[in-house]
């Protein structure tokens, strides 16, 4: 079975400085990929998503995540951090066949930015 | 456009209760799911809709919880006999297909008294 890792459960950054979020998957195959975002009391906002091709995606907000076959990783960066991005942001691989599309989750890493 | 819709927002019962959440997709949107989110466990599957069949029912943790889909529309998500570890945010999601990205509704947090 599918699983995801984010090794770091809380993360503190001071605004404006770069910001990277780990993230490894374990699965036979390429699964799709996706990074959510999720602020307090809200459902999950998808940031970006990785099916084939390039292997550096563009998402919303200024975020990009680059997928690593060799590593099983699907890292996400942000060149300079607002203090709007705090919240906890989780990864998620899909994958096919009789899976039917369910998205399997990260523990998700909370995101803290000082000013 | 309209998002994916919850309803209600919170809910807090007693234990041994029955409760009945309800989903309103995207429309157009033929894939439907559910999944829980707690503190524990984290985000967790447990149903996924194609229209108004279910061929995954796997995440589904007890035969307490059941769920429908009419219409190919709204979705209810029920628990009954509710216990203290149901207490989670229940959220749905819907797509285009099984094979587009899912978004979001703002969930459901259920509380068991």
């Known amino acids: 079975a599918q699983s995801v890792t984010q090794p770091d459960i809380h993360i503190t950054v001071s605004e404006g400085a770069s910001l990277e979020l780990r993230c490894n998957y374990s699965?036979?195959?390429?699964?799709?990929l996706f990074w959510y975002v999720q602020s307090p009391g809200q459902g999950l906002q998808l940031l970006l998503k990785y099916f084939s091709g390039d292997t550096l995606v563009q998402g919303i907000k200024g975020f990009e995540a680059e997928f690593k076959r060799s590593q099983s990783s699907f890292n996400l960066r942000k060149p300079s951090v607002h203090w709007s991005d705090a919240a906890e942001y989780f990864c998620?691989?899909?994958?096919?066949?009789?899976?039917?599309?369910?998205?399997?989750f990260g523990q998700g890493t909370i995101l803290t930015v000082h000013p | 456009g309209a998002g994916v819709s919850q309803s209600p927002s919170n809910k807090v019962t007693e234990k041994g209760k029955d409760v009945e959440l309800r989903c309103d997709p995207i429309s157009g949107h033929t894939a439907l799911y559910w999944y829980r989110q707690s503190l524990g466990q984290g985000l967790e599957f447990l149903i996924y809709f194609q229209g108004n069949s279910a061929p995954d029912k796997s995440g589904l943790p007890s035969d307490r919880f059941s769920a429908e889909r009419t219409g190919g529309s709204v979705s209810t998500l029920t628990i009954q006999r509710t216990q203290q570890e149901d207490s989670a945010v229940y959220l749905c999601?819907?797509?285009?297909?099984?094979?587009?990205?899912?978004?979001f509704g703002d969930g459901t947090r259920l509380s068991i008294l």
């Open positions: 998620a691989v899909q994958t096919g066949g009789t899976s039917y599309g369910k998205l399997t």
């Open positions: 699965y036979g195959a390429t699964p799709y």
């Open positions: 999601a819907s797509s285009r297909d099984s094979n587009q990205p899912q978004h």
